[in-house]
DNA sequence: TCGGTGATACTCGTCTGCGAATACTCGTGG
DNA sequence: CCACGAGTATTCGCAGACGAGTATCACCGA
């Protein structure tokens, strides 16, 4: 199993920064911000000299120059390598190419709303519709007055995150739809066991076995 | 800000394992897996123990015994304690009810397809088609098998899973779609860019302004 | 009874992620 | 002309994540 030598994913966010040309770490965050890169991705921007350096430290970036601006601290402009194009280009190839299962965290959050009792649940998922209704509606504005600006290519990942957070929004509709007109069978049996902490008897076998 | 104490998703994991009856980390480890709860969230086992400690340090656990059987290492039994139980239903409330973005990697590769060039990444939504293609039958199959055996609310995440993985298939083929019907304009300029290296002149502006 | 295999049960050392702090510079209004 | 806040640019400390390693037991087959 060949790990990859840095995987942070800024590591992906600065290849591509520096791709066109050489840059300076501060300057690399400002592009990667001004193209929105920062909403495609998880970036902390503390662990930016860091991978930086580890990137170079393994070949896919090179130090370019160190000048020495006025009397600033001495700012270390880092370019591509070949190598480093190389990387950027694999990362990409797995990321589009394989699927691993990286489950949300709302996920989590749905195998254990049994300690929450159906009432708090359903009001919690009342919320949490309201809350990706507003993404969604801020994001097909965002696309509405984007598009005519960009290639369509550079409008994909919106156009993605977009389709995914209305498919979360129906799943949870729905969901929401079984549990309020009592479709669901054994409210309840829930509803007690979270009242009175007792585990149903039925399913007490069923946690057993299996 | 207030932060939680442990964040780490294992914390939750082990909060739940030892909700019913107090247990030794190695147990622990055991009822998740045997319940299926790391398939919901990203469980990295190697943390148990350090996650346990930490646990135990802010007061969600407490050592309840710590037995030696036979020549074993001492296996210390933890309980949990009620702020423990608090602390596990106020994480699931917030994981239920807020929605926090967290792009998947996919979207993160999405937003740099151009790297790769059309032809390439034509290929590799295929192969990911077909991935998910697998996972999506797997996954009714399991449904399937279990619907009779489980109350439903036991069944939700994964129900869950399978329509966001269905979402995730139906978006990529349509994609797909109009990359190889030639819907999408500008493939040609993109090919190029992949080819040469050169940025055509349009988008260059663009990158520039905005 | 010996040795192999797999389950049980942890420990350790490394590396890294990242929040927070630091330090300098520039423009502006008082 | 100096105080100040907003931006620029980087450093640092350390908690914590996790892979890999360790050790014992139990069972089984040869």
Not at 146 to 157: A, C, G, I, N
């Amino acid at each position: 199993m060949k790990r990859r030598k840095v995987g942070n994913m800024l590591g992906l966010a600065v290849l591509s920064a520096v791709l066109d040309r050489p840059r300076h770490p501060y300057e690399m965050a400002a592009v990667l911000k001004e193209r929105g890169k920062d909403a495609d991705m998880p970036i902390k921007w503390g662990s930016l000299y860091t991978v930086v350096a580890n990137l170079e430290k393994h070949g896919f970036l090179e130090a370019v120059e160190s000048r020495k601006d006025g009397g600033r601290p001495e700012r270390t402009v880092y370019g591509i390598t070949s190598a480093g194009r190389e990387e950027l280009e694999d990362w990409v190839r797995e990321l589009v190419g394989t699927v691993e299962k990286e489950p949300p965290r709302f996920q989590a959050g749905l195998s254990m709303v049994g300690v929450l009792g159906p009432d708090q649940t359903i009001a919690l998922l009342r919320q949490r519709i309201e809350q990706l209704t507003e993404r969604i509606e801020a994001q097909r504005a965002m696309l509405e007055q984007l598009r005519p600006l960009l290639p369509r290519l550079f409008l994909v990942e919106v156009e993605y995150d977009l389709a995914m957070t209305e498919a979360e929004e129906r799943w949870t509709h729905a969901f929401l739809g079984e549990l309020t007109s009592g479709a669901v069978p054994g409210i309840d049996a829930w509803r007690r066991y979270h009242e009175t902490g007792e585990i149903p008897d039925d399913v007490g076998e069923l946690l057993e076995e299996e």
